[in-house]
């Protein structure tokens, strides 16, 4: 098959008229297809970029939602944002529009979160935000306070200190 010819059969195949952005893909496509010399050679530079991704073992980080993270774990977990407002989420009216906060399902999903991790879990909560240009200081989440002090161990940390200005000599 030429790069023609697939281009050909996609268009052929899509039933909803193909935006110029996706016709100038397939303009794409069909150059770095010529470019590789054949559709066979163009499949396997293509495969072969994909097995030189990092593999499973590999050193990486996973950036996801709590949502996401069910059925997953992993070696070490961070939890951000362990503000009330934020989680449970309330700050703006709940989850998806919803009027009313379900606190029982909130601290499901915070309790889901917290089991991937394996080896470490990191939880915290920032003293002051800003969201979409407000500065907010809530206090720390709800549900920090069910965790039993024992299996806390609690680290303050604060801004870094900054290099007092100085007045610099001339001479």
């Not at 200081?137 to 161990?153: A, F, Q, T, V």
Request: some cysteine; proline content about 4%.
């Amino acid at each position: 098959m030429s790069a023609d010819s697939l281009a050909r059969w996609i268009k052929e195949h899509t039933e909803a008229g193909l935006s110029k952005d996706c016709l100038v893909h397939i303009e794409w496509l069909k150059s770095d297809i010529r470019d590789s010399g054949s559709l066979k050679k163009f499949l396997e530079d293509i495969s072969l970029r994909t097995a030189d991704a990092p593999g499973r073992g590999a050193e990486a980080v996973s950036l996801l939602t709590m949502h996401a993270a069910k059925g997953k774990e992993f070696d070490a977990v961070f939890l951000p944002g362990l503000e009330d407002g934020l989680m449970p989420y309330n700050l703006f009216g709940g989850r998806d529009g919803a009027a009313e906060t379900d606190y029982d399902e909130e601290a499901r999903l915070l309790y889901v979160a917290m089991t991937r991790a394996r080896s470490y879990l990191f939880l915290s909560c920032a003293k002051k935000r800003i969201l979409f240009g407000r500065e907010y200081r809530l206090p720390k989440s709800r549900y920090l306070e069910r965790i039993p002090s024992g299996l806390i161990s609690k680290r303050k940390e604060g801004p870094s200190p900054k290099n007092r200005d100085r007045q610099l000599d001339l001479f």
